[in-house]
């Protein structure tokens, strides 16, 4: 399937996230979010307000995280979160479900704590992308269970992945997927058409977005935009098309990383 340069563009979140980066550097990823015309910037939450001054008419959203990385907060701290993103201008609202809940199967405590932070969110008019963090879910009747919990407490979107969950291997090293074709799929067919799906985590190169689109995602978290974007153009002025790609065997999206 053949997309257009707007098609992709909106697909992108832009992810200012990293504990590492400056002000300087999260406001050259705000003006860098507006000169290729993406769908948002997700930035850190101390960030929110300037921001939202940064890319006021430019078209580019403002979202930011709740619980992140770890989900573990109290559903009430998760709701204050939410608030004060609003009031500072965020629009899209990235809350960590609480992993820890989900592992211990206590599903009412995991709706009410999404279901709040969606009410609060939407009394200010923004939408919420509940992150699953896949990487630490044990089976695919855990992601199911939680795609539809996600839904039943109001959430808009689903989402794969912080970027951040690596999980520690047998030999001490830590490890990490992010976003899969296989969780993808199964995320896209888990949730009704009004629940959309949005990938994180891996996604570093265009085929990798165009991937993403093809398995029914909307939305992309990367920090890799300036790359993928200017490929797309590199491919159409030379007359490629920008088209769907195979999976790769091993069935990641992309190149890895985040």
Known sequence: MTYTYEDLAGMIDHSLLHPTLTDRELEDGCRLAARYRVASVCIKPYYVRRAAELLAGTGVRVGTVI???????????????????????AVEIDMVANVGKVLSGDWAYVEQDIRAVCAEAHRH???????LENDFLPDDATKIKLCQVCEQAGADFVKT??????????????????ATEHDLTLMRATCSPKVQVKAAGGVRDLDGLIQVRDLGGSRCGA??????LDEFRRRAAAGCAAVGVATASSGQIGKGGY
């Open 67 to 89: 619980g992140f990385p770890q989900g573990g907060s109290s559903t009430e701290v998760k709701r204050f979160e939410t608030t004060t993103a609003c009031l500072d201008g």
């Open 125 to 131: 008019q923004a939408i919420v992308k509940v992150i």
């Open 161 to 178: 992945s912080t970027g951040y969950g690596f999980v520690k291997g047998k030999d001490g090293t830590y490890g990490y997927r992010g």
């Open 223 to 228: 920090t890799a935009t300036a790359a993928m």
